[in-house]
């Protein structure tokens, strides 16, 4: 069974139930995988790529992979930003950003030219450029900086990443999680309702089942 709880309907007139999760399909990111995971864990899961299919989601995830900008257009091009601004920024709407999904959280990227969805006041910035060792790539510990419900009964996280920008918030309370990659680098976030995680759960093994688990469970 689902994770129940008592039902509810948002501003949209729409029937929620905290037993589903949605995932924004704008053309970027492995959905299936995700599809997957949670038809394992016996958690109904839906995919949204219209508003209407969005305006039904009580917990969304946001991949990403590629550049900033091309993933910002191809959400933009898709019609699904303004209702998902919408049920993040008012109706408060849990979401998980997955790699240049959290990165799209931020206000700019040095990686492009385009604003970015700023809902955490943060930049992503490019490691070192010289560094011949990117992209970061493969598997890499994650250090929880506190407790928090998001690496709930993970022991010794270990993640895999793929990226060679990485999320630098201005507020340090909200960075959930550590990495050590040549510099210590925020690798999970929250700003209330709003998480974000540079590496890919969905590629992560148990440690990415259980973080995938507790987003629903928040």
Known sequence: MGIISSCRYNSWGCFLSSATVTIIDYGIGNIQAFRNIYSRLNISVEVASTPVELSRAQKIILPGVGAFDWAMERLSSSGLQETLTALVV?????????????????????????????????????????????????????????????????????????????????????????????????????????????????????????????????
């Not at 690798?187 to 759960?201: D, L, M, R």
């Open 90 to 218: 008012k109706e408060k709407i849990p979401i998980l950003g997955i790699c240049v999904g959290m990165q799209m959280m931020a206000k700019r990227s040095e990686e492009g030219v385009l604003a970015g969805l700023g809902w955490f006041d943060a930049e992503v910035r490019r490691f070192d450029p010289n560094d011949e060792y990117l992209p970061h790539m493969g598997w890499n510990d994650v250090s929880p900086v506190h407790p928090n419900k998001l690496f709930k009964g993970i022991i010794d996280p270990k993640f895999y990443f793929l990226h060679s920008y990485f999320f630098s918030p201005s507020q340090s309370f909200q960075s959930l999680a550590t990495t050590n990659y040549g510099i210590e680098f925020t690798s999970a976030v929250a700003n209330e309702h709003i998480y974000g995680v540079q590496f890919h759960p969905e590629k992560s093994h148990n440690w990415g089942i259980k973080l995938l688990k507790n987003f629903v469970e928040l």
